[in-house]
């Protein structure tokens, strides 16, 4: 029903667009050619005064209306500075666009075709040109040079006292590795990768594995006022690593390792307490289409102090003990006979009866 009337009022538009059309064709054969320009000339002008109130009065109702509903406050200190420099970015091609879009439509209005004057032919000034190409560069380069600082402080080298962790996204989840007490990841090779109890193709020869805590289909721990830099893998295809609330995001590229680190400025608890929803979480997107289930790729980050993060750490258990436990052959029997053992049991039995 919605889409019969959809078409019936494009049908109506089309109709009387056309109707307008003809009916100008023929005022035109009326009046006589020239005024019949003129007067679209005038009608045009208005038009454009009108769209030029309009638009400003469309561009305030849509700030009101999404007034509360961007992002908040940058939960990082790193996260602040980037807002700092995207508030800026917004003072200046706002007031920018406000002057430009105002001069056009209003000249276009006041200095519409008139019989009373006649067009000043001014094809070229050095001066202007000088002043409208420098002004902008200037401003733009400051802009995209202070882009250029912070991005080389967030990818650059963490602080010595930084936390580090491993995320690898893969269709479609996200892989947490934490480098335990030697604060050192072990190496990976990606032939060694088992699903089941090499999840990352850690290499149990080096020493630096033996520790390392691995996490799946629970939350990213982090700490409290704690830098912590990023390492950033893909099994598969590009992902990407986006924490809105941050004010980060790095692609992960399979093959090379990216990076980034941050500050995080509140617990969890405390974004709880700020925000007043009792369900607030940290996320992770995916900020990079990377296949069907692209939306399904939402991690969530737990933000704690650091009694809190080492008490959650001490129940962890490194993925290289939950693989040599896995390889340890089974001592003791299975209580419940499932399917696979029950052929066995039934060999056995008529084993014995013979
Ligand atoms: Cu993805």
Known sequence: MQTFFVILILAFGFLITFQIAKASEYVAVLRGEEEARKQTNRINAFLLLIFLIVGLIGVYYCNERLKGKILGEAASTQGEKIDTMLYITLAITGIVFFITQI??????????ESDKR????YPHNNK???IWTVIPAIALTVLVGFGIFYWFKITGEAPADAMRVEVTGSQFQWEFRYPGKDGEFGKKYFKNIDPGKNPLGQIWDDPANHDDIYSLNEPLHLVVNKPVKFIINSKDVVHDVGLAQFRMKMDAVPGTPTSYWFTPKYTTRQM?????DPDFVFEISCDQMCGNG???????????TQEEFDRWMAGKKPQY?????AMKPATTQPTDSTKKTAPDSTKLTAQLNK
């Open 103 to 112: 001069l056009l439509f209003w000249f276009a209005f006041k200095y519409q």
């Open 128 to 130: 202007l040109e000088i």
């Open 294 to 304: 692209h939306t399904r790729m939402r991690g969530t980050i737990i933000v704690e």
């Open 321 to 325: 003990v939950v693989a040599m436990d």
């Open 272 to 276: 709880i307490d700020k925000s007043g």
């Open 118 to 121: 006649k067009a000043y032919y």
